[in-house]
Structure formats: C-alpha cells, structure tokens
C-alpha cells in the first residue's frame, strides 16, 4: 500500500476555483492509477475523476466532467484536481486513492485521510 496525502481543500463561494493535489509520504504511486472520489455528509462516497499511471489516460464522472480537470505531471509524484466553476453540490470530503484504473472504489488499495471542500452560495 502506499499512504496518501491531500491538500487544498477549503472555502470558495460559488463560480470559484480549487485545486487540490495528492501526494505520497512514503512509497511512490507512479505505478498506479489515481482516483479521486468525494463523499458529501450523509452520502454516500461517489467516483469523481481518475488518471492512469502513465498520465495519458482520464476519465470524468459525468458531475464534473467540462469543470474539473485531474493532471499528473510526469517528473513529480503528485496528481492533481483542478476544479472550476464550483457549484454547492461539490461541497464534499475529497479522497485521493490508488490501484487499478477504475470507476470503482473497490479496485484502490490505497487511500488518503480526505481534504474538505466546501462551496458556498
């Protein structure tokens, strides 16, 4: 497994942006894909966007899918979250988690503690 950390988190008014990113504390994640989910209070953890190992690959959730952005430069081991015209159903607990490529929480091996996101009206 490899331990995950996020940042970035925090309060934006409507129409703003955040971008969050996702970094290791021990192990590198370069050999797996990288997810991130959200999981709003009394709701249940859902798919937001993911990345292959190699950076090449992505795919959206179709919640986010114009607005968000998810990037993984190739020199760091790091994955970002860009996320623009934020909207109040964004407000979320963010995860990032690595494993397979997938939509699925069940094929990530590896979580992060989650960054809050929240997004006023």
């Known amino acids: 497994q490899v331990q995950l950390v996020e940042s970035g988190g925090g309060l934006v008014q409507a129409g703003g942006s955040l971008t969050l990113s996702c970094t290791t504390s021990?192990?590198?994640?370069?050999?797996?894909?990288v997810a991130w989910f959200r999981q709003a209070p009394e709701k249940a953890r859902e798919f937001v966007a993911v990345i292959d190992y190699s950076g090449r690959t992505a795919n959206y959730s179709n919640h986010v899918e114009g607005r968000f952005t998810i990037f993984r430069p190739s020199v760091w081991d790091m994955v970002t979250l860009q996320m623009n015209s934020l909207n109040p159903e964004d407000t979320a607990v963010y995860y990032c988690?690595?494993?397979?490529?997938?939509?699925?929480?069940?094929?990530?091996?590896?979580w992060g503690q989650g960054t809050q996101v929240t997004v006023s009206s």
């Open positions: 021990g192990r590198t994640f370069r050999g797996y894909a």
């Open positions: 988690a690595a494993g397979e490529y997938s939509r699925l929480a069940s094929h990530f091996h590896s």
